[in-house]
């Protein structure tokens, strides 16, 4: 069984720097492709980044790209989110999410495991 718990989030403005971390618990946490997925209310949950077991591809939401950065320390099992030049369409949920099969997929329905979230609210 693997466990999430992402931490980070909090009320930022707009332009500002903020990295999210999700712990992860597991014996085989090392060989999952991690992402992170956000959801804005009244919107369905969507991509935002992933990272193979390695850490050495990565992949991006077009809204998101050139601004996050996604990376994994396999030795301490955690994922960061590091977001720069947040905007106020950034707010939501954002979720850490862990897929067993090792898949580079944005799909949501992909992944196994899911933390319980971290909010993200960026003023204007």
């Known amino acids: 069984q693997v466990h999430l718990v992402e931490s980070g989030g909090g009320l930022v403005q707009a332009g500002d720097s903020l990295r999210l971390s999700c712990a992860a618990s597991g014996p085989t946490v090392s060989r999952y492709t991690m992402g992170w997925f956000r959801q804005a209310p009244g919107k369905e949950r969507e991509f935002v980044a992933l990272i193979s077991a390695s850490g050495g591809r990565t992949y991006y939401a077009d809204s998101v790209k050139g601004r996050f950065t996604i990376s994994r320390d396999n030795a301490k099992n955690m994922v960061y989110l590091q977001m720069n030049s947040v905007k106020p369409e950034d707010t939501a949920v954002y979720y850490c999410?862990?897929?067993?099969?090792?898949?580079?997929?944005?799909?949501?329905?992909?992944?196994?495991?899911w933390g319980q979230g971290t909010q993200v609210t960026v003023s204007s």
């Open positions: 999410a862990a897929d067993k099969l090792g898949l580079l997929s944005a799909l949501s329905r992909q992944y196994d495991y």
